[in-house]
């Protein structure tokens, strides 16, 4: 098994389920034997609708189902857009009346396979409302259901032999006309994918082996006693299913968008012609009716339908093509482990996401910072914080710049925490007459933002209006980088804790406190704070320079890697760039890479001895860097071609260049080095585990 070469499984795995979807309505091997039939659709294929659902709650259980209202709605617009297309169908068919066909929208589907639809729906919401009871209970609440669902289902005969459960089913069947629905079937199936329990892989396929063919076994008995209302639901589904998907996420890496997009068109479109090759039954009889022939043409007709369909989509730019930040999301989630060990009893990391989060995005950071326990961001301004909202970020949201009080209105909207900046600041918020969420900063020597700490009256004033809702007081340091200025530190701390007690004593409650940065953090005692507001360091990187007391272990969260567009070969003598600055020393290899200083890499790294990877080699830069090109002199390293990646930061094979290093060459800091990518290079986001993807096209 391990011998396979892994793929994108669970995507290409929906091929064959919409395949077998395709089956259960067309009964392929019908005109041969009738049991052959039963075993493939009845049986088999029943595998297929729970793979979708398994795949859904484990996508869902991913991002700690952050996404349920997403992806609420996206299943809504599918829906919708499966009943539009439809409608030709079931005004052919004959209506129903209104009531009829508002009950079929919202519960059994308007058109037979559409049923899914409002089952997800409904389904999604029962299973997370059963997580609120803890997984186990979650679980075995869902269990329950699902053997309920089975009493008028497959087993239904032998619900029939008791009366109470008679009168149950009679009841139900008057709202949904199966069990198999979003109540009794979803569930259990979006809670097993998202439990994601894995097993090796030889367990797996033995394990799905043995239920598939437990789940014969079952099917067949059932069929002999006769007891099959329906035939979707099975004892032994869930565990074949378990093996199954375990199986599938052993063998799973990386995606395949396409299969998703095709299994989903396919799904969609194959009613249709299932309908089309019937209506063609009149003209060429004894060609349908044979159940395979049937079978192959609808299953050509949705592919080819799907395939064009699919073909309209305007073609995606690769994230890869030219400049690109790749972003290892497993590093940033560790960086804040190791930060938060650091952290005194009660004190929380407050991320700070401004500048998208360093150039490294703001919301996928921030969600991934939510799996590590962070529950509280810091941002520059309005707009960052509003943009981590629409990400579907909860948890305090700390805006650390100004804000203009006539947008009260928009922070109360998206719940974001403003900082007081200074006393005519807070007035003037608190004059739009509304509560408004604010921490209130002090100045303790830096002179930028902030009431002065030893202006008592100022803050009391502050502390009068009612509309500041003063949850938080804080400060910044001006020198906690540099050991030998710790008096200048000192002093900051002393006038912040005086300032702090002295509202106390006047009966204030000054919320949650916070002072230290991340150098902050590196070089002082721990504080009786309620947070430290890490930046740079949650990225895996020190600022440059600065010599520290601490070092916790931190990865570089960040690469930024480009293509060569051509390689050409220069003669001795030869001048190249602009300026024609560079001048060949001897015979050389200049590669052009297709990244410049617009790419937000400072145009001076160039002439200060900047270096690039290729091929895992070191390379030096060679004459100015353009606006979106750069020279680089790869005559040491011949196998250097055009398509190769290169690295600006970031590691290539054993090869590294920290972005510390780059800093210091340009003579700034990583702060702004990394903050200032953000434009033009496209993000690639890593996950755990996940290798680099193949560096070609
Ligand atoms: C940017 C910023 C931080 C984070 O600083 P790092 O040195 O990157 O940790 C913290 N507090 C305030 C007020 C900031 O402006």
């Not at 009660?346 to 921030?366: F, I, N, P, Q, T």
Request: positive net charge.
């Amino acid at each position: 098994m391990t011998a396979l070469k892994k793929g994108p499984a669970l995507d290409r795995f929906r091929l064959l389920a919409a395949v077998l979807v395709v089956c259960i309505h067309t009964g392929p091997l019908s005109v041969y034997r009738e049991t052959a039939d039963f075993w493939l659709c009845r049986v088999a294929a029943r595998t297929a609708v729970p793979f979708f659902l398994m795949l859904s709650g484990y996508f869902l259980e991913r991002d700690g189902w952050a996404s349920t209202g997403r992806f609420w709605k996206k299943t809504l617009g599918l829906y919708a857009a499966a009943v539009l297309l439809y409608l030709p169908l079931n005004l052919y068919c004959g209506g129903y009346s209104p009531l009829e066909w508002g009950k079929r929208l919202a519960l059994d589907g308007t058109l037979y396979h559409l049923w899914y639809f409002p089952a997800v729906l409904l389904g999604v919401w029962v299973a997370r409302g059963l997580l609120h009871l803890g997984r186990p209970a979650a679980l075995a609440a869902a269990v329950g259901l699902y053997l309920l669902g089975l009493g008028g289902d497959s087993y239904f005969g032998l619900a029939l032999r008791f009366p109470a459960a008679e009168r149950f089913y009679a009841g139900l069947f008057q709202l949904f006309s199966h069990s198999r629905n979003g109540l009794f079937y979803v569930p259990l199936f979006l809670l097993l994918g998202a439990a994601g329990k894995r097993w090796s892989p030889s367990v797996s396929a033995l394990g799905a082996a043995l239920g598939l063919a437990l789940m014969s076994a079952e099917g067949f008995a059932l069929r002999a006693l006769g007891w099959q209302r329906h035939d979707s639901m099975y004892l032994t589904l869930p565990l074949c299913m378990m093996f199954l998907f375990s199986l599938l996420l052993s063998q799973n890496r990386g995606e395949d968008r396409r299969a998703r997009r095709l299994s989903m068109l396919v799904y969609l479109l194959h009613p249709w012609f299932i309908a089309l090759v019937w209506a063609g039954d009149r003209f060429a009889a004894p060609l349908v009716e044979h159940s395979l022939v049937r079978f192959a043409a609808v299953l050509a007709a949705s592919f080819l339908a799907a395939l064009s369909l699919d073909g309209l989509r305007p073609l995606p730019i690769p994230a890869r093509s030219r400049v690109w930040r790749e972003i290892d999301l497993s590093a940033l989630r560790q960086n804040a482990r190791a930060l938060q060990a650091l952290l005194p009893r009660g004190c929380e990391l407050m991320a700070v996401l401004k500048a998208d989060a360093y150039g490294h995005g703001a919301v996928r950071s921030a969600r991934c910072l939510e799996k590590a326990g962070v529950r509280a961001f810091a941002v520059a301004c309005l707009g960052e914080g509003v943009a981590l909202r629409k990400g579907g970020v909860r948890g305090t949201v700390l805006i650390l710049g100004y804000t203009s009080p006539e947008l009260v209105p928009l922070l109360r909207r998206w719940r974001l925490t403003q900082t007081v900046v200074d006393e005519a600041h807070g007035h003037a918020l608190a004059d739009r007459g509304r509560p408004v969420r604010v921490h209130l900063a002090l100045d303790t020597g830096m002179c930028r933002l902030g009431v002065p700490a030893e202006d008592t009256a100022a803050l009391e004033r502050l502390y009068e209006r009612k509309e500041l809702r003063i949850g938080g007081v804080f400060s910044h340091l001006c020198v906690s980088d540099d050991l030998e200025r710790q008096a200048e530190t000192d002093a900051q701390l002393a006038r912040f804790h005086r300032a702090v007690r002295s509202l106390r004593q006047r009966g204030l409650d000054p919320g949650k406190l916070h002072i230290q940065a991340s150098y902050g953090l590196l070089n002082l005692p721990p504080q009786p704070c309620a947070y430290v507001r890490a930046g740079i360091l949650l990225y895996g990187v020190g600022s440059g320079g600065s010599s520290v007391r601490q070092w916790p272990p931190l990865c570089p969260v960040l690469s930024l890697r480009a293509r060569v567009a051509c390689v050409r070969v220069l003669q001795k003598g030869d001048r190249a760039g602009y300026g024609l600055e560079f001048q060949a020393a001897r015979k050389t290899r200049l590669a052009v890479v297709t990244l410049g200083y617009a790419d937000g890499l400072p145009r001076n790294l160039a002439q200060r001895g900047g270096r690039v990877l290729i091929r895992g080699r070191v390379c030096p830069m060679a004459g100015r860097m353009c606006m979106d090109q750069l020279l680089v002199d790869v005559t040491d390293a011949p196998e250097v071609q055009a398509g190769d990646t290169a690295t600006l930061i970031g590691r290539d094979g054993g090869a590294e260049i920290p972005a510390e290093e780059v800093a210091e060459r340009c003579g700034t800091i990583t702060n702004e080095l990394l903050s200032r990518l953000g434009n033009r290079a496209l993000p690639v986001y890593r996950r755990d585990g996940e290798r680099p993807a193949s560096t070609a096209f």
